[in-house]
């Protein structure tokens, strides 16, 4: 790195929860309005090729905050805990005489809400949703289940109210703080566009009148799947889902897109109004995507197509020497907190998976045989079993551990990833290959037996019979009103049927 040159840059990281990386203007589409990102990414660099390690949100985050594969770091479902023996990105950014910082949502669980950051402006998003909103069990709109988009239309949620008090006090900190002899990083957490499926009427309305409505996924269509995917699918409950209960979701989900895009504006403008504006770079990225009704009606997370495990990435250094340029090459959330430690002039982590890719920045020499290749994968949900991606140069496999089987698209020729080759006698060595490297570096039975060790200590420590826990940061519960949501818009009036199977995970 160049440390003459941006050493020592204030860093304000922003980070969304499920943000589908196709929903953005500059990305390509034309329909949603995300002008802040836009700008943004008009002002420096944005990675099109950028994919979270684990589609869930704790394994994700666990992942980005120490630059380990969440199977290193025994983290394996959203309840997981994350130990505070683990060094992260903002122990080294703190060594380095940083004034660290977190903002809302990062999905700590266990006792430690901080590792590594100096102060918390505002907790996680606890007991924001009232309950009428969320539902219970199966019939939840925060999880993965046909109901979270059944429940889908106009009103507000304590989502929207949390991000809202996150965005202010965020901004209250970069517009008032003095001083300018200590850099700071600071790292914003929303829940949007996270379900439910519920944004403001206005925006609702909009998307609603200019969102074409999706086609119903046909019978012929469902059979030809690979099993994994159609058992993904059965235990969602998505086919059974009518065009007008996508459509109204999808426009939902565009909303929350853009009130989410408000927010991150609003502290973008923060950051250029400030004292310290010429010094700071400013981050934006998701935990992992949203289907958000691609591949025929699917939706949410825990899968390997592109909606799902491709995320937002986009960089604005103060003085980039890249206005406006993409970056095509292959990265992983795993390899951000290396390359903010490069970025600050700190100390990188010990033993991490992730690399720096300043150097893609301007930051000095750009990275000496960058790999191309990432892995992503996931337990699952809902009774699926362990699966793995491998994206390598233009392809990209996904492996499910339940069927024994695998998906292959070519990205370069097929971005939707509409035609698999998995099964094409051509492809027969790429597949090998691929599958090569997966069972190599991953295994299903480490995955399933980590689990299961984690779930039976949880289980002693759930029965222990006295509180185990202490959560130390002071959160504020919701206003009142938060929460409004006129169920009679709905054709079904808040009726689902019920889905069996175990309890899923938001």
């Not at 700071?184 to 957490?189: H, R």
């Not at 209960?245 to 909303?255: E, I, K, S, T, W």
């Not at 206005?323 to 700190?346: C, N, Q, W, Y």
């Not at 519960?477 to 409004?484: G, H, M, R, S």
């Amino acid at each position: 790195m160049n440390n003459d040159k941006q050493l020592n840059s204030n860093i304000v990281l922003i980070m969304s929860d499920q943000h589908n990386a196709h929903l953005m203007g500059c990305s390509g589409n034309e329909i949603v309005q995300t002008p802040n990102l836009d700008t943004l990414a008009r002002t420096g660099v944005q990675f099109t090729n950028a994919y979270c390690p684990y589609p869930l949100c704790v394994p994700s985050r666990m992942s980005f905050m120490t630059g380990q594969y969440s199977s290193d770091l025994n983290i394996w479902c959203n309840d997981s805990v994350l130990s505070s023996e683990i060094p992260t990105f903002a122990h080294s950014l703190s060594e380095a005489g940083y004034e660290t910082l977190l903002c809302g949502r990062m999905d700590f669980k266990g006792p430690d809400q901080f590792h590594g950051f100096e102060n918390r402006l505002y907790g996680d998003c606890d007991n924001f949703l009232s309950s009428e909103i969320m539902g219970e069990g199966y019939n939840r709109t925060n999880g993965q289940t046909k109901y979270a988009v059944e429940i889908s239309g106009y009103g507000r949620t304590g989502y929207q109210s949390y991000d809202r008090i996150v965005t202010e006090k965020a901004c209250s900190f970069i517009e008032n703080r003095l001083d300018e002899n200590r850099p700071y990083c600071l790292v914003v957490g929303f829940m949007s566009p996270h379900n439910p499926l519920i944004c403001s009427k206005d925006l609702f309305e909009y998307y609603m009148n200019r969102l074409s409505v999706p086609e119903k996924v046909s019978r012929k269509h469902l059979n030809n799947l690979n099993p994994a995917i159609r058992k993904w699918r059965q235990r969602r409950g998505v086919d059974d889902l009518t065009a007008e209960q996508n459509h109204r979701g999808l426009a939902a989900y565009y909303g929350l897109v853009t009130e989410m895009d408000r927010n991150a504006g609003k502290i973008m403008e923060s950051v250029k109004a400030s004292r310290q504006a010429g010094s700071t770079t400013i981050i934006y990225c998701s935990d992992h995507g949203d289907a958000a009704c691609e591949q025929e009606g699917m939706w949410w997370k825990t899968n390997f197509f592109e909606g799902s495990a491709r995320i937002p990435l986009i960089i604005t250094p103060p003085s980039c020497s890249g206005h406006g340029k993409t970056i095509d090459s292959i990265v992983s959330l795993l390899d951000l907190g290396p390359t903010m430690l490069e970025i600050a002039g700190a100390e990188p982590l010990p033993e991490v998976s992730g690399r720096s890719f300043a150097g893609f920045l301007g930051y000095g020499k750009a990275p000496d045989n960058w790999p191309n290749e990432v892995y992503s994968d996931c337990l699952g949900d809902h009774g699926d079993q362990p699966s793995c991606m491998v994206r390598s140069n233009a392809w990209k496999l996904m492996y499910y551990s339940e069927f024994d089987t695998c998906l292959l698209f070519n990205l370069e020729e097929d971005p939707m990833e509409l035609y698999d080759k998995a099964n094409d006698p051509e492809y027969h060595e790429i597949v090998e290959k691929l599958l090569a490297r997966i069972k190599a570096r991953w295994s299903a039975e480490k995955m399933l037996q980590g689990r299961a060790l984690e779930v039976r200590d949880r289980d002693l420590l759930d029965h222990c019979g006295h509180a185990t826990n202490s959560y130390p940061v002071v959160q504020e519960l919701p206003p009142e009103d938060a929460n409004q949501f006129d169920f009679s818009q709905l054709s079904l009036n808040g009726k689902s049927t019920t889905l069996e199977g175990e309890k899923n995970d938001e």
